[in-house]
């Protein structure tokens, strides 16, 4: 079978896992390399001749307008988020990336060719929507065709080139500032065309995912995919993850029928037996402490807090921004090896104990202006890196996909989406004044929220590492939420619900059996 849903039938097995772990890859560079390339560009010469009134470098410039600039993508993004809350479900994961990378390009190609600064906002605008379309639906498109072994690891992998993105970013910032013309701000932006189109050529090749198949009856598609998912498999492994599908999407279906049957974007907001509301705000909330551990501050405006906390100058702070930028990355690179054995939960808690550590150690070592505390700072900078790309890269946008249900996932991750963007742009918002109006005590205000957020996922947050997304539903279906709990445990308590469901007529007794005589392999 070929339809444009399936992709190539000839790419499966290992190869198909790579491909899609290759394409979402490329997609988060995107998205990383959107990030950080404004950061270094606002206080280039060649940016700031062209748009003076934001130029607070080397003039008078409106502080609040420059963050506003910068901000606006976010804004982007936040409603590309939303708009897939409403299309994305409709369209499919494969055609809604496809969608959000054209849109992305539109807009970069509207901000590089721009002489005025309103033609630059709105060209912002239009490449964060595609950015928030985009990032709303990989992580999902990606979770759900990922085995539960090796699902952290993929999609950590993608996160990771999203900080390579910014890396990328800053070092071209970096080589182009020796550029003494227009081409110095204009062709970093253009680049993001490329990244973009890669996107929609790489997955124009590659398969829808089987469970949003099978949510709108396209069941031997679905087959046709998972069968070449698990071409190395043993026989009946691609029967058997057809069937959890089935039996979870039926019990998520029945709950929403007690809701009054409405619509994923009304049960995202209603509890049921799925505790649906209660998922959607693990999602949402873990996507909010992110932003505020304080990471988009370092982030975006890098070499700004080179300049004015630590005094370096413009050179200076690109190099250090960009060197920042790879150890960012080589940290990130670290949870690849160990989330699928560790876990989300312990390194999340690990990432928040060092960020709280570093902001305080921030606001002690910027609240005096000496050279000694300034090298303090830097290395702060550094250390705080560190622990963010170990502890958070992979935690919120992972659990925001994982614990959703089948039946309002598109929603859900895209609700999750939007509330990372607009906190990014309150952040980025607020940075340039903050550091201007009360200085080292911004890093205390984050420093308070990295303490804050550690009983939170201790007591809410439950473990997902090695389970499948069908087995994750049965965390928040019974009379309490199960932090964590045993694979074994797990297992039982599944083969329980389907055979539950096959006595009710809701899933095939066949099928059933099957599942009951099989050994417990891992799903997709």
Same mark, same amino acid.
Do not use: N
């Given at each position: 079978m070929h339809t444009f849903a399936t992709g190539r039938p000839g790419i499966s097995g290992p190869t198909l896992s790579r491909l899609v772990a290759l394409t979402c890859s490329v997609a988060f560079i995107l998205f990383g390399y959107e990030q950080g390339v404004m950061g270094g560009l606002i206080t280039g010469s060649a940016f700031t001749k062209q748009f003076p009134s934001i130029n607070t470098t080397t003039a008078n410039g409106n502080a609040q307008l420059q963050g506003f600039v910068v901000a606006i993508y976010n804004i982007g993004c936040w409603a590309g988020s939303l708009l897939t809350m409403v299309v994305g479900e409709r369209l499919g994961r494969k055609k809604t990336i496809m969608f959000g990378a054209l849109v992305l390009a539109i807009g970069t190609i509207i901000q590089c060719s721009a002489y005025g600064l309103a033609q630059l906002m709105v060209g912002r605008l239009i490449t964060g929507t595609g950015n928030g379309i985009i990032t709303s639906t990989i992580p999902v498109w990606h979770a759900e065709l990922s085995k539960p072994s090796s699902r952290g690891k993929f999609i950590t992998t993608e996160l990771s080139t999203n900080v390579g993105g910014v890396a990328v970013a800053y070092w071209v910032d970096y080589g182009m500032s020796f550029v003494n013309n227009a081409a110095q701000w204009r062709f970093p932006i253009a680049l993001q065309v490329f990244f973009a189109l890669s996107t929609i050529g790489f997955i124009s090749f590659l398969p829808e995912t089987p469970r949003w198949l099978v949510s709108h009856d396209r069941r031997d598609e679905a087959q046709a995919i998972m069968t070449r998912l698990h071409i190395h498999d043993s026989p009946g492994t691609a029967e058997r993850e057809l069937l959890e599908i089935d039996t979870a999407l039926a019990d998520e279906r029945l709950a929403q029928a007690k809701l009054g049957g409405k619509g994923p974007i009304a049960t995202i907001f209603t509890m049921g037996e799925q505790?649906?509301?209660y998922r959607t705000m693990l999602g949402v909330w873990s996507m909010v402490m992110q932003q505020l551990t304080g990471i988009n501050l370092i982030t975006y405006y890098a070499p700004y807090i080179f300049i004015k906390s630590v005094g370096f100058s413009q050179r200076l702070s690109s190099l250090? +921004?960009? =060197?920042?930028?790879? *150890? !960012? !990355?080589?940290?990130?690179l670290i949870p690849i090896f160990i989330i699928d054995k560790v876990g989300r939960r312990p390194l999340l808690l690990f990432g928040l104990v060092g960020m709280c550590i570093c902001m305080f150690i921030l606001a002690g070592t910027t609240?005096?202006?000496?050279?000694?505390?300034? =090298?303090?700072?830097?290395?702060?900078?550094?250390? !705080?890196d560190f622990f963010f790309g170990v502890g958070w890269i992979p935690g919120a946008w992972l659990l925001t996909s994982e614990y959703a249900p089948l039946t309002t996932r598109s929603q859900t991750a895209a609700l999750g989406t939007s509330a990372t963007w607009i906190f990014t742009f309150l952040v980025a918002e607020i940075t340039p004044v903050a550091i201007t109006n009360i200085g080292y005590r911004t890093y205390i205000i984050f420093g308070v929220f990295n303490l804050a957020w550690i009983p939170i996922i201790y007591f809410f947050y439950p473990e997902t590492k090695g389970k499948s997304l069908e087995q994750i539903d049965l965390?928040?279906?019974?009379?309490?939420?199960? =932090?964590?709990? +045993?694979?074994?445990?797990?297992? *039982?308590?599944?083969?329980r619900q389907i055979e539950h469901a096959a006595q009710e007529n809701r899933v095939g007794l066949k099928g059933a059996a099957t599942f009951g005589d099989a050994e417990h392999d891992e799903g997709v």
């Open positions: 505790r649906f509301f250090m +921004s960009g =060197i920042l930028s790879l *150890e !960012y !990355y080589l940290a990130t609240s005096v202006s000496a050279f000694g505390p300034g =090298i303090a700072a830097t290395v702060a900078l550094f250390v !705080y965390l928040f279906t019974g009379p309490k939420v199960l =932090i964590d709990i +045993s694979e074994d445990d797990l297992f *039982e308590m599944q083969q």
